[in-house]
């Protein structure tokens, strides 16, 4: 009995430990199985690096981290532009003019009508007569210029008592000179430009454009009398040839016979090709500003910029200009600027 006892102790003993072993061979197969699935996952994440790798259809997409990409990317970005698709001329290379909003009413583009009438101090402080009494010096200060007084033999005169602007009479003696060069004659005479009685008494003038001394009317004076540059019996090669030229001196022509108005080259120049008169001219540029100027080459090849700029509210008015270019500013006589900048 008692060894029949010890048999069965001992039997029990050994189905105890062999129940243990099995039970440590089941836990091997599931460590390994846990190791298999992590090889074979979608993703894996590095703690050091935050980097995750995905394996999609065996492709693996690595996001990159910002550090790597340092000098391996290269940054282009468009060049600034301006609303209107310009290039935006930075800051450095432009200057804003500060002129007084009231110049408006001065300048060579300046448009004198029944609507604009002119506004300039000097159409109402001087008549002809007193202009003539003043020094030339007196004259060039306040910008004008008797023509009696400059007489080159170019042209002639039709009355002692008729002036310019300085600039426009300058203009025209070198249109004069070239064309006396050309054909030989020298018959054209001045039948107008400023010579207005007293406009204290007659305010209806300051709607007549010659008030502005930026007009001048010519025709042809012989000894069998005179006539228009235009008359059709007469010599017509004197209208032919200011028509092709005088926009080369900065005048335009009008509907009206042998009448000049001096506006400047690059808009004399524009509106010669384009048919355009200085009222439809001015509307027309409006459409320009500083940053999509209209662009005008003139007949010596020389290229211009042409923009428009509104006056302020204010008693000044800023315009931006380019640095180191030759520019003009004109008013309009109505409300804002012209500006041409030879590039």
């Not at 609303?83 to 001329?89: A, F, L, P, T």
């Not at 454009?209 to 010599?235: A, C, M, P």
Request: charged share 20%; with cysteine.
């Amino acid at each position: 009995m008692k060894k029949t006892s010890t048999i069965l102790f001992i039997v029990g003993l050994l189905v105890i430990i062999v129940s243990i072993f099995a039970c440590s061979a089941m836990t091997g197969d599931e460590t390994v199985s846990e190791s298999d699935t992590t090889d074979s996952g979608t993703s894996t994440t590095d703690p050091q690096n935050d980097t995750t790798s995905v394996v999609t259809s065996g492709t693996a997409e690595t996001t990159v981290q910002p550090e790597s990409t340092t000098g391996n990317t290269q940054q282009t970005q468009p060049p600034v532009t301006d609303e209107n698709g310009g290039n935006d001329v930075p800051d450095e290379e432009r200057i804003l003019l500060s002129v007084s909003s009231s110049d408006i009413y001065t300048g060579s583009l300046i448009l004198v009508n029944s609507s604009n009438p002119y506004c300039y101090k000097i159409a109402s402080l001087y008549t002809p007569g007193e202009l003539d009494k003043l020094s030339a010096s007196a004259l060039a200060e306040l910008g004008w210029t008797s023509l009696y007084n400059n007489k080159t033999g170019n042209f002639l005169l039709r009355s002692r008592l008729i002036f310019m602007r300085t600039e426009a009479y300058s203009a025209f003696e070198l249109m004069m000179q070239k064309f006396v060069a050309v054909s030989g004659h020298k018959d054209v005479q001045v039948r107008y430009a400023y010579q207005l009685t007293d406009s204290s008494k007659d305010p209806l003038s300051l709607s007549d454009e010659r008030v502005s001394g930026l007009s001048v009317e010519i025709n042809v004076l012989t000894d069998e009398g005179s006539f228009s540059i235009d008359h059709i019996s007469k010599k017509s090669e004197y209208y032919d040839w200011f028509a092709a030229n005088c926009h080369k001196y900065g005048f335009i022509m009008t509907g009206e016979s042998g009448y000049f108005r001096y506006v400047g080259i690059a808009h004399a120049t524009y509106m010669q090709r384009n048919g355009l008169s200085l009222d439809k001219y001015l509307s027309f540029i409006k459409y320009y500003g500083y940053e999509n100027p209209l662009s005008v080459t003139d007949d010596d090849g020389r290229v211009w910029e042409i923009y428009y700029n509104v006056a302020s509210g204010t008693s000044m008015t800023e315009i931006p200009v380019d640095k180191g270019h030759e520019y003009s500013v004109s008013g309009n006589n109505s409300d804002g600027f012209v500006i041409s900048v030879l590039v």
